[in-house]
Every structure is written in structure tokens, then in C-alpha cells.
């Protein structure tokens, strides 16, 4: 007997969602592996864990069992969650300051890449037959693959060597390997005062890091900002563009050119970001970007109620939807990876990273779970959600969020202990408190 439609539709969203439950597994493991093999040996094991994925992945055709499909999509998001962070804290530790920005935004540029070569592979005309479904679901171990032989190649990160290792030798031979050959005295005197901020204060578990009234204010940025680009509607579009875009009425012949057409978009928005992120600073990417989003969602809304008046307004809908993934792509999202890699000092950066994924891939999965229902019983009203959420990240990142570009990382977190709201800030409640 054949399973039900609501039983179809619950195992396909479980199988989108457990990729975000593995998301979560790795990262919340991030500070215990990447503090024991450093950021570029764990990273090679990671690969190594995503080529296993795509094994059992391949035969779970041959093996006929769903069941497989959702192991291999555990271990995708376990690499996935694991990867992402180690390569954010990866890209940040050996990037100079004045690169900083630039350097942190091409993860962002490389998982677009990333994303329209699946699009691509997944056209019919290539790999996206339903006879080949098994192999074009195993098309992320080739970069995998291509990770394992190069990484052995570069050098471990220099802030991870000097401040974690001790080896300031080691962190001297990273550097002129980076950056070509120098003294890098300057550098080095920053990672040193660094390391005895990081004396004074030793390194914090999640736990404690929530606690930590002084970094309190890096905290709930962090999180605003990775909660508002989870909701303002663009990892949906990622995940569910097909059911999107059939729902704006788009012909279903030709979703597939428009997803690929997208993924053209956000690599060169990225790239477009990536070269006035250091010109522009940080903060009117974030507000600028979520207050235009925000606005491109009321209209699609709209136009989506009155599509049935008029066929063209599909395709107004559809320029909407293209302005949207232009600003989230050319601001807050790969704003979002150099801002991280810029509020903690070492010791906290690896806590933070850890509470950064929790949040991430548990909403990540969440919205993978719910979201075919959401849209079945919301219809087009369930962008309103994400207008609201935008416009919140506009006002909170316009009026609460300092500007990091060119400054060190003790110097950034100075900008945060000095917020006030209504004249107080949490660093001088944690003095009154130790007063008492």
C-alpha cells in the first residue's frame, strides 16, 4: 500500500530538516574538535566525513531505503555545520586587518558558488533526471575531495598557533606564508596583548559566555543578526524555490532556468558586496540591505494576492524576489560572516561560534520542517512574517550596532561595553552587582 500524501510530505520535510539537525551536531562540536586539531586539520577530517555522506548516499538507490537518504543527509550537515564555522574562524584568523572584510565575505561568494554549481548539475539536461537523483545528491564530495587535496598544502591559522599553541615561530613561518616575507612585528604585539586579555580572562564555555555581562551586547547582535537573515525568507527560497515559485505562478517548465538565474545573481551581488564592504563599512549593509528586504516582501505579498488580475504581475513578483535576493546577497548575508568573525576575542570566539550554530541550524531545521505546511495553510501572507522580521533587523543594526571596519578586536569590543540603552549598560550593572 502506498503512503499517504501527508506521509510523503512529512518524510521529504524530515529529510530536509535532518540536514539541519546534523548542521546543529557539528556545530556544537566545533570548539572541541577545532581546539584539538587546530582550524586546518579538522577541516580536512570534516571532508572526509562528507565524502562517507556521498558513499551511502550513491547506494541508497541500489539499496532502496529512505532510511539512507536521511543518515547521508545527517552526515551533509554534520560536515556542513562543522565546515561552515571552522572556515569562517579559518578565513578571519589569517586575513589582515585591512583585508578582513573582503577576505572573511568569499566564504559567502563561494557558497553561492557552491549553490548554483548544484543548481546547474541539477538541470535535466545534466544530472537532474529522476534516474540520476542518487548521483546529483552526491555532487558535494567532488569540492570535498578537492578539500583534502589542497588543505594539506596551507599553512594552520597564525592566531591559532601564537595564542592557543604557543609556538610563535610556527605562527611567524604562517604568516610569511600568507602574506609574503616580513617581520610582522606589529601583528604578532596585537595577538600578544590579545593573549594577555585571554590570560586574564581564560576561555569560556557557551554556558559561561551567556553569563558574561561584558560580552553581553556582542551576544544578542550576534544572534539578532544570524536570527534575522535565518527569517527574513532567503534560506526558504534556497530550500523550497520550487514551491515558491510555483505559488508566484511561474510555469513549472521553467523554474528550473530561474533558480539557476538566481544563483548567477547572488555570486556576483556577493562579489559586488566583497569590494564595498571596505569602503561602505559594515553598518549600512546591515540596515540598508533589511530595510530594502523588508520592503521587497510587502510588495510580493501584494502582488501575489493579485496575480490571478493580471498574468504579468507573476514576473513583477518574480523582479521582486530577484531585488530581494540582491540586497540580502549584497549586505546582510555575507555581511553577517565578517561582522562574527569581528565581535570576539580568542578565547570567547570559539563559545560564540558554537551558540551561532546552535541557533542557526536549529532554526534551520525548524523552518525545514514546518515551512511545506506554513505555506500551505499561510499562502502568500507568510511573507509578511518576513517583512516584520526585516524591518526588525533594519532598526536594531541602524540604531545599536557599532562599526568594526579597520579596528582590532579589543577595540571592538570597547565600541560594545560602551552601549547604553536608557542611559544604562550592562557593564555597569555587573559593577553594581559586584558591589553589592
Avoid at 206 to 228: A, E
Avoid at 265 to 278: F, R
Wanted: with cysteine.
Amino acid at each position: 500500500m502506498p503512503p499517504t500524501p501527508q506521509t510523503v510530505t512529512m518524510i521529504w520535510s524530515l529529510i530536509v530538516s535532518l540536514f539541519a539537525v546534523g548542521g546543529l551536531l557539528g556545530a556544537v562540536s566545533v570548539k572541541f574538535i577545532s581546539g584539538r586539531l587546530g582550524k586546518k586539520r579538522a577541516s580536512i577530517c570534516n571532508s572526509f566525513l562528507s565524502v562517507v555522506g556521498a558513499g551511502i548516499m550513491l547506494t541508497s538507490k541500489w539499496a532502496k531505503s529512505y532510511e539512507m537518504i536521511i543518515v547521508a543527509r545527517i552526515l551533509y550537515g554534520y560536515s556542513a555545520g562543522l565546515g561552515s564555522s571552522l572556515h569562517l574562524m579559518y578565513l578571519g584568523e589569517i586575513s589582515p586587518r585591512k583585508l578582513r572584510g573582503i577576505v572573511t565575505l568569499t566564504s559567502a561568494t563561494f557558497l553561492s558558488l557552491g549553490k548554483l554549481f548544484g543548481q546547474f548539475c541539477g538541470l535535466s539536461e545534466i544530472l537532474g533526471r529522476e534516474d540520476l537523483w542518487n548521483i546529483v545528491l552526491c555532487v558535494p564530495a567532488c569540492f570535498s575531495v578537492l578539500q583534502i587535496i589542497v588543505l594539506p598544502f596551507l599553512p594552520e591559522a597564525p592566531r591559532y598557533l601564537f595564542i592557543e599553541k604557543g609556538d610563535d615561530k610556527a605562527c611567524k613561518r604562517a604568516l610569511q606564508s600568507l602574506w609574503g616575507k616580513g617581520d610582522y612585528k606589529q601583528e604578532m604585539d596585537e595577538m600578544l596583548t590579545e593573549q594577555l586579555a585571554i590570560e586574564a580572562a581564560p576561555p569560556k564555555s557557551p554556558l559561561q559566555l551567556l553569563r558574561d555581562r561584558t560580552v553581553r551586547w556582542q551576544l544578542i547582535t550576534m544572534l539578532t543578526i544570524y536570527g534575522c537573515n535565518q527569517l527574513s525568507g532567503m534560506p526558504v527560497i534556497s530550500t523550497f524555490s520550487f514551491d515558491i515559485f510555483l505559488e508566484t505562478g511561474i510555469p513549472k517548465d521553467k523554474i528550473r532556468y530561474v533558480t539557476l538565474g538566481l544563483g548567477i545573481c547572488e555570486i556576483v551581488t556577493s562579489i559586488s558586496c566583497g569590494l564595498l564592504i571596505e569602503h561602505t563599512g559594515r553598518r549600512p549593509l546591515f540596515w540598508g540591505g533589511y530595510g530594502v528586504m523588508s520592503a521587497s516582501w510587502v510588495l510580493v505579498t501584494i502582488t501575489l494576492n493579485l496575480k490571478d488580475l493580471y498574468d504579468w504581475l507573476s514576473y513583477v513578483t518574480l523582479t521582486l524576489i530577484i531585488l530581494y535576493i540582491i540586497f540580502f546577497c549584497g549586505g546582510p548575508g555575507p555581511a553577517a560572516a565578517t561582522i562574527n568573525s569581528e565581535l570576539f576575542i580568542q578565547s570567547n570566539r570559539l563559545a560564540a561560534f558554537v551558540l551561532m550554530g546552535l541557533q542557526r541550524w536549529f532554526m534551520f531545521a525548524t523552518l525545514g520542517l514546518i515551512f511545506p505546511f506554513l505555506i500551505n495553510a499561510l499562502g502568500s501572507y507568510l511573507f509578511l512574517l518576513f517583512a516584520s522580521v526585516c524591518l526588525f533587523g533594519s532598526i536594531y543594526t541602524f540604531l545599536l550596532l557599532p562599526e568594526t571596519k579597520g579596528k582590532t578586536l579589543l577595540e571592538i569590543s570597547e565600541e560594545f561595553r560602551a552601549i547604553t540603552v536608557c542611559g544604562k549598560s550592562f557593564v555597569e550593572e555587573d559593577r553594581v552587582e559586584t558591589r553589592l
